[in-house]
């Protein structure tokens, strides 16, 4: 090849500013269309071997997305330019097909609709039901013995995949539980975690004085059902009481000799020292009169309702998010346990007035003359409890009352020991709030244990509060009753399964609770209280649970309010007990 002159080289070039290939407008390259390049457009494999096979279809879209997240595919900077224009005769067209689709199909292994039936003798069916179990006998790597749920995802503590996630899940709006009124003044907004972290040690406590009866508590509830019998749950008519703390004249006359700085009930106690686990709307009412706080609850309050699986993921829904049945609302579900505590506490005891326990004095609340019923076994312990601080000056004391509901004698020294009586109760296993929870007629003989872990988890702040008002009240015992439904569509009939005796601090060891975090919950809310205002005049404080947040709200309000006369509109649903009204 000859050698090219320079002056051939210079007169070639491009008289224009610009260097490079001359631009063109031209979209055919020998009469065949191509794409521009664009500058996104990234090269990738061309050949990619890594693709395809088993283990990329069963990545889904996470492997997708981590293989293929970075990747552009080239070309994909500009619209297609090979795209096929549809002809408009087209759009018109439709297939007519009469055949029905098929939707049963037959197969065998993996993905096949075949259902087996075992017709021998202590075969099981496999063919699992709506919200069944199946168990896989035979698991890849000789793994047996695990559940899979077939609404999606592996039981027994694996993540259920479909439906709602945690993060996914709808925020429920539910109702407070008092009507929060324009001349009521918040003063502080207090989260759950703050409250998380105090600590206060107040020891074990010491006792005042004790008042009214117990009588003896009927074993023979112990022992199991005789198989295929059921027995039922009475109505006995008692008279009990439940007044708030500022009605109670003992607490009076110890408020008159300066027994304490604070005094509250063992209900109002325990709710306010079990308050991070609570999710429904509660309320307190604080009044201060000079430099003594009486911690008090209103007519008609939430605390006087024991709440039924407070705790579930997927709580009793009320009838504005969709529930239809009635009796299944939370508010009747509320109304229904707390007669069933009563009942409950009043026939497992051994009514006898030749045999009972008698306190030294009886009982603060009763006027024979206008009690047309039989007291109801209670008996009220007054205890006093040191709250102090280092900073103190003066010792900073708090006074309870505490309740108890029967004694039993002690199996081998024969001593008295004090109990409290609750129950549980189950109202359909299958409807929508049960929170997961076993079938109690066939599982609680057998499964006791996974019985009541499932009630922890549910009840979590209702047996917290059981517990702590134990505790508090120095019961040696603690009886919980499994009531359920005589059927699952009739609330006013009920069953007891069985009953089961704790330890109450043991109990309470099971539940995680700490005794000193919730005495420090009281001295922070108490010294709260304190600070707004130096004792010169009354004032009354409202303590409100945010309905739908992990948050409490101190307001300041008038001093008549919740006094008779008042209409004060109330957010719960059902009558409670308060003032000095007899249940």
Same mark, same amino acid.
């Given at each position: 090849?000859?050698?090219?002159?320079?002056?051939?080289?210079?007169?070639?070039?491009?008289?224009?500013?610009?260097? *490079?290939?001359?631009?063109?407008?031209?979209?055919?390259?020998?009469?065949?269309?191509?794409?521009?390049?664009?500058?996104?457009?990234?090269?990738?494999?061309?050949?990619?071997?890594?693709? *395809?096979?088993?283990?990329?279809?069963?990545?889904?879209?996470?492997?997708?997305?981590?293989?293929?997240?970075?990747?552009?595919?080239?070309?994909?900077?500009?619209?297609?330019?090979?795209?096929?224009?549809?002809?408009?005769?087209?759009?018109?067209?439709?297939?007519?097909?009469?055949?029905?689709?098929?939707?049963?199909?037959?197969?065998?292994?993996?993905?096949?609709?075949?259902?087996?039936?075992?017709?021998?003798?202590?075969?099981?069916?496999?063919?699992?039901?709506?919200?069944?179990?199946?168990?896989?006998?035979?698991?890849?790597?000789?793994?047996?013995?695990?559940?899979?749920?077939?609404?999606?995802?592996?039981?027994?503590?694996?993540?259920?995949?479909?439906?709602?996630?945690?993060?996914?899940?709808?925020?429920?709006?539910?109702?407070?539980?008092?009507?929060?009124?324009?001349?009521?003044?918040?003063?502080?907004?207090?989260?759950?975690?703050?409250?998380? +972290?105090? +600590?206060?040690?107040?020891?074990?406590?010491?006792?005042?004085?004790?008042?009214?009866?117990?009588?003896?508590?009927?074993?023979?509830?112990?022992?199991?059902?005789?198989?295929?019998?059921?027995?039922?749950?009475?109505?006995?008519?008692?008279?009990?009481?439940?007044?708030?703390?500022?009605?109670?004249?003992?607490?009076?006359?110890?408020?008159?000799?300066?027994?304490?700085?604070?005094?509250?009930?063992?209900?109002?106690?325990?709710?306010?020292?079990?308050?991070?686990?609570?999710?429904?709307?509660?309320?307190?009412?604080?009044?201060?009169?000079? +430099?003594?706080?009486?911690?008090?609850?209103?007519?008609?309050?939430?605390?006087?309702?024991?709440?039924?699986?407070?705790?579930?993921?997927?709580?009793?829904?009320?009838?504005?998010?969709?529930?239809?049945?009635?009796?299944?609302?939370?508010?009747?579900?509320?109304?229904?346990?707390?007669?069933?505590?009563?009942?409950?506490?009043?026939?497992?005891?051994?009514?006898?007035?030749?045999?009972?326990?008698?306190?030294?004095?009886?009982?603060?609340?009763?006027?024979?003359?206008?009690?047309?019923?039989?007291?109801?076994?209670?008996?009220?312990?007054?205890?006093?409890?040191?709250?102090?601080?280092?900073?103190?000056?003066?010792?900073?004391?708090?006074?309870?009352?505490?309740?108890?509901?029967?004694?039993?004698?002690?199996?081998?020294?024969?001593?008295?020991?004090?109990?409290?009586?609750?129950?549980?109760?189950?109202?359909?296993?299958?409807?929508?709030?049960?929170?997961?929870?076993?079938?109690?007629?066939?599982?609680?003989?057998?499964?006791?244990?996974?019985?009541?872990?499932?009630?922890?988890?549910?009840?979590?702040?209702?047996?917290?509060?059981?517990?702590?008002?134990?505790?508090?009240?120095?019961?040696?015992?603690?009886?919980?009753?499994?009531?359920?439904?005589?059927?699952?569509?009739?609330?006013?009939?009920?069953?007891?399964?069985?009953?089961?005796?704790?330890?109450?601090?043991?109990?309470?060891?099971?539940?995680?609770?700490?005794?000193?975090?919730?005495?420090?919950?009281?001295?922070?809310?108490?010294?709260?209280?304190?600070?707004?205002?130096?004792?010169?005049?009354?004032?009354?404080?409202?303590?409100?649970?945010?309905?739908?947040?992990?948050?409490?709200?101190?307001?300041?309000?008038?001093?008549?309010?919740?006094?008779?006369?008042?209409?004060?509109?109330?957010?719960?649903?059902?009558?409670?007990?308060?003032?000095?009204?007899?249940?």
């Amino acid at each position: 090849m000859a050698p090219i002159a320079l002056s051939d080289i210079i007169q070639a070039l491009p008289t224009e500013d610009t260097w *490079g290939p001359s631009i063109t407008s031209e979209s055919l390259v020998d009469g065949v269309p191509y794409a521009p390049y664009s500058k996104g457009d990234k090269l990738g494999r061309m050949a990619d071997w890594t693709s *395809g096979g088993k283990d990329s279809e069963r990545g889904g879209r996470q492997a997708y997305q981590r293989n293929y997240r970075d990747q552009q595919v080239y070309g994909a900077g500009t619209s297609s330019l090979f795209a096929v224009q549809v002809a408009e005769d087209e759009s018109s067209f439709s297939v007519v097909d009469n055949t029905r689709p098929s939707t049963r199909t037959r197969g065998f292994g993996r993905g096949g609709g075949t259902v087996f039936r075992g017709r021998g003798r202590g075969q099981q069916t496999q063919r699992g039901g709506r919200g069944t179990l199946q168990r896989n006998t035979g698991g890849r790597g000789g793994q047996q013995g695990q559940y899979f749920d077939n609404r999606g995802g592996r039981g027994r503590g694996g993540r259920r995949f479909g439906g709602w996630k945690d993060y996914d899940k709808p925020q429920r709006n539910r109702d407070s539980s008092v009507q929060i009124k324009p001349d009521w003044s918040m003063l502080e907004e207090i989260d759950f975690k703050r409250l998380q +972290n105090l +600590n206060l040690d107040t020891g074990a406590g010491e006792d005042l004085d004790a008042y009214g009866f117990l009588y003896y508590y009927d074993r023979t509830f112990d022992k199991a059902p005789v198989k295929n019998t059921e027995r039922k749950l009475n109505i006995i008519e008692r008279t009990s009481y439940n007044v708030s703390t500022s009605y109670d004249p003992v607490i009076q006359e110890m408020a008159d000799k300066d027994e304490a700085t604070i005094f509250a009930t063992d209900s109002i106690l325990s709710m306010l020292m079990c308050s991070p686990r609570s999710v429904y709307s509660w309320d307190l009412v604080i009044n201060r009169r000079g +430099n003594k706080i009486f911690l008090d609850k209103r007519d008609g309050s939430a605390l006087d309702l024991v709440s039924v699986n407070e705790n579930a993921a997927d709580a009793p829904l009320e009838a504005s998010e969709g529930n239809k049945d009635t009796i299944n609302f939370p508010g009747a579900l509320a109304e229904e346990a707390t007669m069933i505590n009563l009942s409950f506490a009043n026939q497992v005891v051994m009514e006898s007035d030749s045999s009972r326990y008698d306190f030294e004095h009886s009982n603060p609340f009763s006027n024979p003359s206008e009690e047309t019923e039989p007291l109801a076994s209670k008996g009220y312990r007054y205890r006093r409890f040191d709250l102090s601080l280092e900073r103190d000056e003066e010792p900073f004391y708090l006074v309870v009352r505490s309740e108890l509901d029967a004694v039993v004698k002690n199996n081998i020294s024969g001593e008295d020991q004090f109990m409290t009586i609750k129950a549980l109760n189950e109202f359909d296993h299958k409807a929508q709030g049960s929170g997961g929870a076993l079938d109690w007629r066939a599982k609680l003989s057998s499964q006791r244990g996974a019985v009541v872990a499932t009630e922890m988890k549910n009840n979590s702040c209702k047996l917290a509060r059981w517990t702590t008002q134990s505790i508090i009240a120095k019961a040696d015992l603690m009886k919980i009753g499994f009531v359920s439904r005589a059927a699952p569509k009739i609330n006013d009939r009920h069953v007891i399964l069985g009953v089961m005796g704790y330890d109450p601090r043991k109990f309470g060891d099971q539940l995680g609770i700490n005794l000193n975090n919730g005495w420090g919950i009281v001295r922070t809310i108490v010294d709260m209280v304190l600070g707004k205002s130096d004792g010169t005049r009354d004032v009354k404080y409202v303590l409100v649970k945010d309905p739908n947040k992990a948050v409490l709200r101190l307001y300041e309000v008038p001093l008549h309010t919740f006094e008779e006369g008042e209409d004060d509109d109330v957010g719960d649903v059902g009558d409670g007990e308060g003032g000095s009204d007899a249940e």
